[in-house]
């Protein structure tokens, strides 16, 4: 299906092997009158030991049925392409297997995150970054024989043991990867924390990989990477602390300055990406997402008639 931009969301991440929440999530997309849904494929159970589970993938594509929107999914989130040459191969069959079972499903897009490597390692991570090109560029070949394109995402780790690339990075890597069916996934509450955690210029680095980004994940959060300790998972937003995935309005990213900022593809996506627990918020955050897709083109009439 040919997408010239449009606003969705990622259907609420859990543990869902019999799609119940899915399916909910998929009602509620038809009532708001999305353009697209993200597929959590890392939350369904439908690939054992790198193997598409048939009767799973029967199962799913019953509770998907026939919607009025289309579908991108977001591969399994421990694909880690920078990670040991002993262990790329494992990788890469679970990465394949979530491409199969995307293209079975009728996806346009698939997300996939970048990799990261052990800080220890940093002075090897040139190597890292060529393992991890020559890996998507044949997974991208993979997923264009199956209909759809390849998103790499930008990612934060909070261990400080360990670095992932930032999003110019990510931007520069996609260059060199030179490959027409790879565009980019530009997470802001990824970048922020990234950013902030390394001590680096957020709005500099999402400008970067904002321009080669047809993908977008809208999530809000404190760019607070701190680690603090508490009791109860709640009070990590309490005190706003790293990857909460909170509802667009609860955080402090700037995101009418960034719609001002940032130049985007064309066909650029606006999801939002919410923790399961914030369901209730997609209504509003579908209006908002639709409020910040208006400001962007709005921004972009008043520099093209500068």
Not at 183 to 192: E, R
Not at 208 to 226: E, G, M, N, Q, Y
């Amino acid at each position: 299906m040919a997408i010239s931009g449009g606003i969705g969301f990622a259907s609420a991440a859990c543990e869902d092997p019999d799609f119940e929440a899915l399916r909910r999530n998929l009602d509620l997309a038809e009532e708001l009158g999305v353009d697209v849904v993200e597929l959590p494929l890392f939350a369904l159970d439908i690939i054992a030991g790198g193997r598409v589970l048939p009767d799973q993938m029967r199962r799913l594509a019953l509770a998907i049925g026939t919607r009025p929107f289309a579908l991108t999914a977001h591969g399994p989130v421990g694909v880690n392409m920078m990670d040991a040459s002993d262990l790329l191969a494992r990788h890469r069959i679970v990465a394949e297997a979530a491409i199969a079972a995307a293209s079975e499903l009728g996806v346009f897009r698939i997300v996939l995150h970048t990799g990261h490597i052990a800080r220890a390692d940093e002075g090897r991570i040139e190597a890292a970054y060529a393992r991890q090109r020559d890996a998507f560029r044949a997974l991208a070949d993979v997923a264009e024989r199956g209909g759809m394109s390849l998103a790499i995402e930008n990612i934060y780790v909070p261990d400080r043991g360990r670095i992932a690339p930032l999003p110019s990075q990510i931007a520069r890597e996609i260059a060199a990867i030179a490959h027409p069916n790879v565009t980019g996934c530009l997470d802001f509450a990824h970048a922020a924390l990234a950013c902030a955690a390394e001590g680096a210029d957020f709005r500099a680095e999402a400008k970067a990989l904002a321009s080669i980004s047809a993908h977008l994940h809208l999530h809000d959060c404190f760019a607070d990477p701190a680690d603090m300790a508490i009791f109860v998972p709640s009070e990590r937003v309490a005190y706003g602390l790293g990857d909460l995935h909170l509802p667009l309005g609860w955080g402090r990213l700037p995101w009418h300055d960034l719609m001002d900022e940032l130049n985007f593809p064309p066909d650029a996506l606006f999801l939002l990406e919410l923790s399961a627990q914030y369901r209730f918020a997609l209504p509003d955050g579908v209006v908002r997402a639709r409020a910040l897709a208006a400001a962007y083109e709005r921004a972009q009439k008043r520099r093209a008639e500068a």
